[in-house]
């Protein structure tokens, strides 16, 4: 294959709201550039992007797949990701990669919360932003009306390059406002065209249309500004001249119309990406931290290698890849390359070119290009590889926080190795899905972006990794506290036919404030009991505290002073005291009001404004409570405190109130005290669950 220099290359995400048509859009550019013979379908199983079994079992995008065409003269390294917000970071890593961004917008639904999302990210990175309204072969489109949305929604230097001309079942002919032409392309979705001069009223249009990109361009270049004064317009070869430095500026936000699926407009845009889309020279420089920690840039012209690897994936017949840009330097075959965050030497084996699962062998990629290396021994997502003259390390993407929490519960014993090599495999190769064992509840809890994302992890973990499990609700981790004071004076006295156990703990104990765990003290006066045995009655209360006392929840903020006892001098010693401070503690804290605690969430929703009734109802009946309320970009953001027990799904229910356009975050709070009626239905379970348990395993 080819070597592309830096100023030939672009690197792109195409990104967008869940069924926009960006895997479709994707398939139309390979198929134009020749990269493929046919296109593939989505729904039929056959793209190029969505080749892993989950992709093609659910019929949508679910990673961030890398793709390559050439396209006069230029390599396009094009990454498709999903659209659906259970994987939003797939669509996060190909925007921290990628030069710019292509955001695809369905012609009948418009901008969705996705879009938004995207746009909100790739703006936060400081990357350029063009807009591709896809579908326009659909009923009952108005381009006017969408226009208007993307400028309400994205701003008024929303501009379209090309423009639909008989959108519709038979849309094939656009306007072309750059070259002012009418292209007709044909309808055998080869993605061929022919070129017209525009007449009539689509002269009319092109030529204001026409002005107004002149005036874009000029404002963006103070050189072409000085012109367009002295000249009032500009030359067709001084508006090319400066259509770079407009995208880059955002001086205008280019909008083209397409059906992906007719491969209708889709070679116009590849045109415009070629000439004038960002290349990795527009990011020429990248800050980074020495091996000290202190900052340092990464130039591109730089010699020393430095690579980052935006993602690690698991191919079932290849085995572990992991795909990496470029940042500097070169890289071939054999290099050895220092991972700078797990601090090993890593060889690289063969490097290729994606285009899904087809690989593509190459001998060298230089600084700004996009690749993938096998079986790395030890280099996860996240990590910089570069050369040992230069450690550095490339900053690390910052991933949204779980919303979905949901328990794995084994159907077969003995798989815990099994199942605890496959969670971390796929936490690597994935950074959005988290795990951890609860011991306090038994529990393995799994957390991800929505119930989809669960879903799918858990359908890749039982393929991988041959393990069988239900998902069920988590359990709530309760804690148990008191409200007033307790007060104990417990003897233990076991006497059978050998040596005897003794020993009295006498003990009060108080509530703490909140998140002040269990502070045990001893004052002990005179010589009642030998100090040695203090550290046996702690033991004895620790042991309590964890397996809980009112409904077996873990007890917090609780101050115990053991102050007195009695013992004997042959039949006392560690055990009996164990034993009595443990007893002693439950007397002590059944008699000072013991409650339950129920974890308290910060919840941020993300609505419109026609949803907001609904929303603040549904909080209302999750006994959730109202922070504030707050708009940006067209949303309403709700932010509340929510109990977790009532959280439960919630990111479902939401999608179901909203139509899909409703998207929340939650963080733990704090703890706070469970209503009364509710503590006792918790109680009340608990006890049942127990006394279950004994019945299986007496």
């Known amino acids: ?32 550039a020749g990269e493929i013979g046919r296109m593939g379908a989505v729904n039929a199983g056959t793209s190029v992007s969505d080749y892993h079994p989950g992709e093609k079992l659910h019929q949508i995008s679910i990673h961030a797949t890398p793709l390559h065409l050439e396209w006069l003269g230029r390599k396009l390294n094009v990454i498709d990701t999903p ?89 094939n002919q656009e306007l072309d406002v750059m070259r002012s032409e009418i292209v007709t392309y044909a309808t055998d979705g080869s993605g061929k065209y022919q070129e017209l001069p525009a007449e009539g009223k689509w002269k009319e249009r092109v030529g204001k249309w026409h002005r107004e990109l002149i005036e874009y361009t000029a404002e ?13 317009s500009l030359t067709e070869e001084e508006l090319r001249a400066g259509e770079h430095t407009a995208l880059q500026k955002q001086a205008f936000i280019p909008v083209f119309f397409t059906s992906a699926e007719r491969n209708v407009g889709v070679a116009r845009l590849l045109d415009f990406i070629a000439k004038y889309g960002s290349s990795p020279i527009d990011r020429m420089k990248i800050g980074a931290l020495d091996v000290n920690g202190a900052p340092v840039d990464i130039a591109l012209t730089q010699g020393e290698p430095v690579l980052y690897v935006f993602k690690t994936t698991h191919e079932d017949q290849f085995g572990d890849l992991s795909l990496f840009r470029v940042y500097s330097g070169s890289v071939h075959m054999g290099m050895d390359v220092y991972n700078s965050d797990r601090k090993i030497t890593e060889r690289l084996g063969q490097i290729y070119s994606l285009n899904g699962k087809n690989r593509t062998a190459v001998d060298v990629l230089n600084a700004g290009d996009i690749g993938a290396a096998v079986k790395l021994r030890d280099t996860h997502t996240g990590n910089t590889l570069c050369s040992a003259k230069r450690i550095v390390a490339l900053p690390k993407m910052v991933f949204p926080k779980p919303n979905v929490h949901l328990a794995l519960k084994l159907k077969v014993k003995g798989e815990e190795d099994k199942l605890a090599a496959g969670l971390a495999a796929l936490h690597d190769e994935d950074p959005t899905f988290h795990y951890h064992v609860d011991a306090a509840l038994h529990q393995t809890v799994l957390s991800g972006q929505g119930e989809l994302h669960l879903q799918i992890v858990s359908e890749r973990l039982k393929r991988r990794y041959k393990v069988d499990f239900d998902l069920v609700a988590p359990r709530i981790p309760y804690r148990e506290t008191i409200r007033g004071r307790g007060e104990s004076k417990y003897r233990h006295k ?63 903020d609780v101050k115990v002073d053991f102050y007195d006892g009695k013992m004997h001098p042959v ?76 959280l439960h799904l919630y990111a479902a229910s939401l999608r179901s109130l909203t139509g899909g356009r409703g998207y929340h975050t939650e963080e733990l709070s704090h703890y706070d005290h469970v209503p009364a009626e509710l503590e006792t239905k918790i109680v009340a379970e608990s006890k049942k669950a127990h006394d279950e348990e004994k019945e299986k395993h007496p």
């Not at 030939?8 to 134009?32: P, Y």
């Not at 020993?503 to 040695?532: H, K, Y």
């Not at 560690?574 to 974890?599: T, V």
């Open 83 to 171: 659209g659906y917000m259970d994987f939003i970071s797939e669509a996060l890593v190909a925007l921290q990669v990628g030069d710019f961004a292509l955001v695809v917008v369905h012609a009948q639904h418009g901008p969705g919360l996705g879009t938004d999302t995207v746009w909100r990210y790739a703006t936060q990175y400081g990357i350029p932003k063009i807009l591709v309204v896809n579908g326009c072969d659909r009923e009952n489109i108005n381009p006017d009306t969408i226009l208007e949305s993307l400028r309400a929604r994205f701003g008024a230097r929303v501009f379209p390059l090309t423009w639909p001309i008989n959108p519709g079942a038979e849309f």
């Open 1 to 32: 294959m080819k070597t592309y220099q830096a100023a030939d290359i672009r690197n792109f995400a195409v990104v967008g709201h869940a069924t926009s048509g960006k895997t479709t859009l994707c398939e139309a550019m390979l198929a134009t």
């Open 220 to 232: 963006a270049d103070d050189s072409l500004m000085e012109k367009f004064f002295e000249k009032g």
């Open 494 to 556: 076991k006497q059978t036919g050998g040596a005897g156990q003794f020993a009295e703990v006498w003990m009060r104990i108080e509530p703490q404030s909140r998140n002040a765990g269990v502070e045990f003290c001893e004052n002990l006066t005179g010589q009642n009991v030998d100090r040695v045995f203090v550290p046996s009655v702690e033991k004895g209360v620790m042991s309590a505290c964890t397996e809980g006392i009112l409904a077996g929840y873990p007890v917090v």
């Open 571 to 646: 039949d006392s010693k560690d055990i009996a005291f164990q034993i009595a401070g443990k007893e002693a503690f439950r007397e002590c804290f059944r008699a000072a009001r013991p409650c339950l605690l129920e974890p308290i969430f910060n919840i941020e929703v993300r609505i419109t404004e026609e949803h907001m009734g609904n929303v603040l109802g549904d909080l209302s009946s999750r006994r959730g409570r109202i922070q504030g309320m707050d708009s940006a970009d067209g949303y309403q953001i709700v932010k509340a405190q929510v109990p977790q027990r009532e």
